[in-house]
């Protein structure tokens, strides 16, 4: 045996055990390699470990993060309480009314199931309200229309939006003597939380919605019917919800009332002649 | 957008609120007295630059002897107030002083400029010494009639609030 020879015997009796465990290695390797190539083999492996996780992490957050939350949350209430109560106005307003429109839909059901015909439908209120039967026929037939709506800031009787099917005097001042008047009325009869509703001239009538910061003028044309009212005040929830959303957006843009970026005239006008525009009362 | 501002005017009756108002929207003057009663609301657009505008919704309050009377409904949401008394009629001024705190305590913190009004009827030199003696201060002598000092100080009002 020569001399290399007996180095590679004596190589091979040394590193045989040191040659498998290698090989061992590297075979746990290549199926570590597979299992992060493969989606699905690593999912399997590491699906189970996140939903641990997640599931810790949900059970802990009401310990951990609720009273933090809780605390900012009464905070900002405590510091915004108006726009709070502004945005929640048209949506308990909303509420309430649908309430109260169903109970009176059931109540007229309940009516209509006793009187047959429409005819004594318009009997039945032309006894109730004293109109002649002739006038309550032409009440049901006429229209009314929105002719102009106003979003009005209610204590300095600022103009903040407008919609016009046509030109009147300039917006800013009728926004300001609405104010006065609606001011000057409520401060008459000396009642605290009562608004001004309704004004009517002629063939207008103008319909003041208030609310906390803010109030809506609708001036519409025409009969101004309950069910009119009702499609009315409808829409000006409705846009009322918009705006208050976007307004909340904004209120919570900063903590610094200065840096608080207002809602802008001309989408809250483009929002008052969409929903207002093709409106049908 | 343009910026709008509420701009109340107060004071005794006939001291000159609605001809300072006229002189400055209209540039005009009548002699002829009549009272306002309740409110009357104009607007003036002012430039301050080009494309820096911004629009005075002036309320004219009628006349009152008594501050105190003023509804508090015409004064919410004010952004700057023009007390408003005529130099020739120490009663309109007699007052002054402790009227200036009823209406600062019912707008707090909200700019106020103290007007003496219809001052092409007087001699000026002996007004302020009248106005010294008596611990008067005033922000702007004004005359509806000739239009003096009018603009000037609705305009100094309006950089104030803007």
Do not use: C
């Not at chain 2, 020739?88 to 009823?102: E, M």
């Amino acid at each position: 045996m020569v001399e290399r020879d007996k180095v590679e015997l004596l190589r091979d009796i040394l590193f045989t055990e040191d040659r498998e465990f290698a090989k061992k290695i590297a075979e746990r390797i290549k199926i570590i390699e597979d299992t992060i190539d493969e989606r699905e083999k690593l999912s399997e492996k590491v699906n189970p470990i996140i939903s641990k996780q997640l599931d810790d992490f949900v059970e802990e957050i009401p310990k951990k993060l609720g009273p933090t939350i809780t605390a900012t949350l009464k905070e900002e209430i405590r510091k915004n309480k108006e726009e709070i109560v502004d945005a929640l106005y048209p949506i308990l307003g909303k509420m309430i009314k649908k309430y109260i429109a169903q109970e009176i839909k059931m109540l007229s059901d309940n009516i209509s199931k006793q009187l047959s015909t429409k005819k004594w439908s318009n009997k039945f209120k032309s006894w109730f309200s004293g109109v002649k039967e002739e006038e309550v026929i032409l009440s049901n037939l006429s229209v009314s229309s929105i002719e102009q709506v106003l979003l009005i800031e209610r204590g300095s009787g600022i103009l903040a939006a407008s919609y016009s099917k046509t030109e009147t005097i300039d917006e800013d001042m009728i926004s300001g003597m609405l104010t006065a008047i609606k001011g000057f009325v409520e401060d008459a009869f000396g009642q605290k939380n009562q608004n001004l509703e309704l004004i009517e001239y002629e063939l207008y009538n103008i319909h003041l919605q208030s609310f906390v910061s803010y109030y809506v003028a609708v001036v519409i044309s025409g009969n101004y019917s309950l069910e009119a009212k009702d499609k009315v005040q409808d829409l000006i929830f409705d846009f009322y919800d918009d705006f208050m959303g976007k307004n909340l957006d904004s209120l919570f843009s900063s903590d610094d009332k200065e840096k608080r970026e207002k809602v802008s005239r001309v989408s809250l006008e483009k929002q008052l002649n969409k929903k207002f525009g093709n409106a049908i009362i | 957008m343009q910026l709008s501002k509420k701009i109340v005017v107060l004071g005794h009756f006939g001291v000159g609120k609605t001809s300072l108002i006229r002189r400055f929207v209209e540039n005009s003057f009548s002699d002829n007295y009549k009272v306002s009663i309740g409110v009357h609301i104009t607007k003036k657009v002012v430039e301050f630059e080009v494309e820096d505008t911004m629009s005075l919704i002036l309320w004219d309050l009628e006349g009152t002897d008594d501050i105190k009377t003023i509804r508090d409904a015409y004064l919410l949401g004010t952004h700057g107030v023009v007390f408003v008394f005529d130099v020739t009629r120490p009663s309109t001024f007699q007052l002054l002083n402790s009227d200036l705190d009823i209406v600062k305590a019912k707008l707090p913190k909200t700019p106020l400029f103290v007007v003496g009004n219809k001052v092409d009827l007087v001699v000026v030199s002996e007004l302020e010494t009248l106005f010294k003696n008596n611990n008067i201060k005033t922000n702007f002598l004004t005359s509806a009639k000739t239009g003096e000092t009018v603009e000037q100080m609705f305009l100094e009002l309006a950089k104030l609030i803007k």
